[in-house]
T-cell receptor, first 115, second 115 residues
Framework: GAVVSQHPSRVICKSGTSVKIECRSL??????MFWYRQFPKQSLMLMAT?????????EQGVEKDKFLINHASLTLSTLTVTSAHPEDSSFYIC???????????FGPGTRLTVT | SQQGEEDPQALSIQEGENATMNCSYK?????LQWYRQNSGRGLVHLIL?????REKHSGRLRVTLDTSKKSSSLLITASRAADTASYFC???????????????FGRGTQLTVWP
């Protein structure tokens, strides 16, 4: 149980375009989902916390207009990287929380490369 | 920064030996969690310890928490080659009246277990 999927697993896009990444909880309802980015051999940086049906809470320094988060249902959250630039190239990972549990279940990640 | 710091950054041992990784953090916490990440993949939850607990076991894993020193350790006993991965500690901050469930990750320890 507690499986989280992400789609796509890899994406290459041109500078200036937008990319949408989906995060789904497959066998549980996720009241809260989280989005992280990870640079090579570095830690996960929390970008935002997303609650179903409400606006995402962004961490300090994360541009909300650049990283659009939508959590339209209890099983789906999306992250859209708008007007992507090469410096946005990174590994984006989502996680989901079931109810008020403290553990998070992570998706397999999406490797974004902006050329 | 609310992130934790792992020590050492890299650890290389032989199969059968024990591996100890340490984590220090700066803020008050509700809980501390350890996760494992294989290269380029998502994270797998290993164990959670709450701020009022001092030690926890799960199979070959033993976690300790010292809130007075703001530190935790993860011990993997009788290590196997399959334990090779990056290990991260993550702190769940003490949010007054909030159940956001956010986690802040340390930089990780890269563990290599040689057969």
């Amino acid at each position: 149980g507690a499986v989280v999927s992400q789609h796509p697993s890899r994406v290459i896009c041109k500078s200036g375009t937008s990319v949408k990444i989906e995060c789904r909880s497959l066998d549980f309802q996720a009241t809260t989902m989280f989005w992280y980015r990870q640079f090579p051999k570095q830690s996960l940086m929390l970008m935002a916390t997303s609650n179903e049906g409400s606006k995402a809470t962004y961490e300090q320094g994360v541009e909300k207009d650049k990283f659009l988060i939508n959590h339209a249902s209890l099983t789906l959250s999306t992250l859209t990287v708008t007007s992507a630039h090469p410096e946005d190239s990174s590994f984006y990972i989502c996680s989901a929380r079931a109810g008020l549990a403290d553990e998070q279940y992570f998706g397999p990640g999406t490797r974004l490369t902006v050329t | 920064s609310q992130q934790g710091e792992e020590d050492p950054q890299a650890l290389s041992i032989q199969e059968g030996e024990n591996a100890t990784m340490n984590c220090s953090y700066k803020t008050s916490i509700n809980n501390l969690q350890w996760y494992r990440q294989n290269s380029g993949r998502g994270l797998v939850h290993l164990i959670l310890i709450r701020s009022n607990e001092r030690e926890k076991h799960s199979g070959r894993l033993r976690v300790t928490l010292d809130t007075s020193k703001k530190s935790s350790s993860l011990l993997i006993t009788a290590s196997r080659a399959a334990d090779t991965a990056s290990y991260f500690c993550a702190t769940g901050p003490l949010d007054r009246g909030s159940t956001l469930g956010r986690l802040y990750f340390g930089r990780g320890t890269q563990l290599t277990v040689w057969p």
